[in-house]
């Protein structure tokens, strides 16, 4: 199998980034393209309680286990198909469905620290970078947290002053400039990210010859 074509998708928290990668997902066939996510490489901290999770920083990137998520990626260049155990927030009401990936022409990498860990950074042929303003991101995590995964207000506003702003100050916002495509996504309107990802999927589909 050939090298896929990598291409590199991060957002700050409430970026509108999952609408994103689902839209752009939906313009290929299952065996056309894959996703594998930063997010199901956690490292384990279901052994905490529910206070000591709450000053745990998983905005780090210390908190996910870069050596294993690499060694997929390489595992999907080399035509492997990898199983992963999905992550549940560290929720135990939840019992972690196992991820099949398989490799394909086109791979997408997401995630927070996926600029920052230089070995990953330099596998990446096109870098997308998802935004929005804070207030408008910050907005969009309390509807998610409050309502989604019942998250006590006070716990998720300690999270985004402590850690999630710092995290995206410190270890996403300095890629912004290196990245081939920066899309302000500050409106909830659908229409614009769709049209967003059928621009980005029409090139990407012309530059690789797939149809």
């Not at 930063?38 to 279901?46: C, S, V």
């Not at 529910?50 to 595992?75: G, Q």
């Not at 996403?172 to 500050?186: A, E, F, G, K, Q």
Request: aromatic residues 12%; glycine residues 4%.
């Amino acid at each position: 199998m050939n090298k896929p074509y990598v291409i590199g998708i991060a957002g700050s928290s409430g970026s509108g980034k999952t609408f994103f990668l689902k839209s752009f997902l939906n313009h290929f066939a299952v065996d056309e393209i894959t996703l594998i996510s930063q997010d199901d490489y956690y490292i384990p901290a279901n052994t905490k309680t529910r206070e000591e999770n709450r000053l745990y920083n998983f905005d780090l990137p210390t908190s996910i286990d870069r050596e294993a998520f690499f060694h997929d990626i390489k595992d999907l260049f080399d035509g492997k198909t990898v199983f992963k155990e999905e992550y549940t927030f560290n929720n135990p009401n939840i019992k972690p469905n196992i991820l099949e990936i398989k490799p394909a022409p086109i791979l997408i990498v997401e995630g927070l620290f996926i600029f920052h860990y230089t070995e990953i950074n330099d596998l990446l042929d096109y870098r997308i970078f998802i935004d929005a303003e804070e207030s408008v991101a910050l907005e969009r995590r309390l509807k998610r947290d409050l309502i989604e995964r019942g998250y006590d207000k006070d716990d998720v506003m300690y999270k985004w002053i402590e850690h999630v702003a710092p995290s995206y100050n410190q270890y996403l916002l300095p890629y912004r400039d290196i990245c081939d495509n920066v899309l302000i996504n500050n409106t909830d309107d659908p229409l614009l990210i769709h049209q967003a990802t059928n621009i980005i999927s029409d090139d990407l589909r012309e530059k690789l010859q797939l149809l």
